[in-house]
């Protein structure tokens, strides 16, 4: 050891507490030197400690700044729900919506829940469009879905909060040509006509459809809330369903109105407990009363499954 010499090392400054520390707890001196002489061992040792406190110190410093781990992304609903295996083979109609004040949400619910009844082999999603993708290109999904598709918008010459994404994504991408000729789609929305741009990201969205190379199953339909926008949404729905019927009815498919009626209670009570989730006024329920009228069940049996 050459703690003498002019300078000394590190090195030879920890095998001297080594050394020394081997002394104090009784080591023999054999044992001691061993340690001393293992120059190389003890070397990598304090790195591999220094490494550890550096480690740690890190960990603490970045806890300390207030960083949280990356969220993760937001599932993608409808593909993921869709690839199921149990939906493989079926037919698939997707209900987006875009809304503000969940009206729409509302709407859309019903039209769902309506159609699920009418084409029970048939599956039905109901998405947020602002869910379906977390980044832009994902909506890419528009030119590979050969599905009726349905979407529900209203305007306030501006998209909803919810829609504002996809809007922007899709009015800016005119260049895209016509790309979506697989794509069939209604569009419905619940507007009022006191305001200045009636409907208007409905009627854009859809004309930008149509260009972009995707099929009307049915006319835009422009609900006026000033006017009686349950009537125009029934008005709406009796032009949808005989187009409906020809995409979504097995060819073998017998007595679909029998089977319509039997379904008919039970999706009502369906329709007003998500209704009821949705918001609990009474208001909500009576819209749905009204909606349903034209499918000739009488208002006895409708507000039987009222909530207040
Ligand atoms: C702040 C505000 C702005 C609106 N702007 C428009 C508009 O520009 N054009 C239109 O047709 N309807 C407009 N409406 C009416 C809504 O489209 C209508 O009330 C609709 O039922 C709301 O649906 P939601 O609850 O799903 O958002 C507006 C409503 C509000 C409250």
Redesign the pocket.
Known sequence: MQIGSEKASSLDLLSAIVASLSDGYGLDSDTGDAFVENRLLIAVMSIVIAVLVGCVAIFFIWRSSGRKPAEPPKPLVVKTQMDTEEDQGKKKVTVF?????????GFAKVLAEEAKARYPNVIFKLVDIDEYATEDDEYDFLKVRADPFVFFR?????P?DNAARFYKWFTEGKERGTWLENLQFGVF?????K??????VAVVVDELLHEQGAKHIVQVGL?D?DQG?EDDFSAWRELLWPELNKLLQDENETGRDALYKDNLKTVLVRIFQSMKSISNTTCVSSRANVAFTNLKYSRVEIDEVRFE
């Open positions: 919506f875009g809304t503000q004040t969940k009206t729409t949400e209203y305007g306030d010459g501006e909803t929305s619940l507007g009022n006509q305001y200045e741009h009636f409907n208007k609900g809330d926008i």
